[in-house]
């Protein structure tokens, strides 16, 4: 499916985000500690609370921010395994 904007992605991301039942795995090369990544963060404590195992892989050189590195820890601190790799150009 191919969505026509940057609105309508992530709606569609969140729904998805919010009918997972069993795991939740998220892969992404910018997974920043913005009002959108705090957003999204959330649901995954609450999936992670539900039951579900929910994993994250980043990009560690795409995401230094301070705020986001705090993101990333508060999630480990649910038991949300962040994991980051190194992209090469």
């Known amino acids: ?9 992530f709606a569609a991301r969140i729904q998805t985000l919010k009918n997972a039942d069993t795991s939740v795995r ?3 090369l910018i997974f920043t500690g913005d009002e959108s990544g705090l957003y ?8 992670k609370a539900q039951g579900l195992d929910v994993r994250v892989i980043v990009d560690g050189m795409s995401n230094p921010g301070v705020q986001t590195q705090w993101m ?3 999630l480990k601190q649910h038991h ?3 994991e980051g790799y190194e992209t090469f150009f």
């Open 72 to 74: 990333y820890f508060d």
């Open 80 to 82: 949300i395994e962040v």
């Open 40 to 47: 999204i963060a959330e649901l995954l404590k609450e999936k």
């Open 26 to 28: 998220i892969q992404a």
């Open 1 to 9: 499916m191919v969505l026509p904007n940057g609105d309508d992605s």
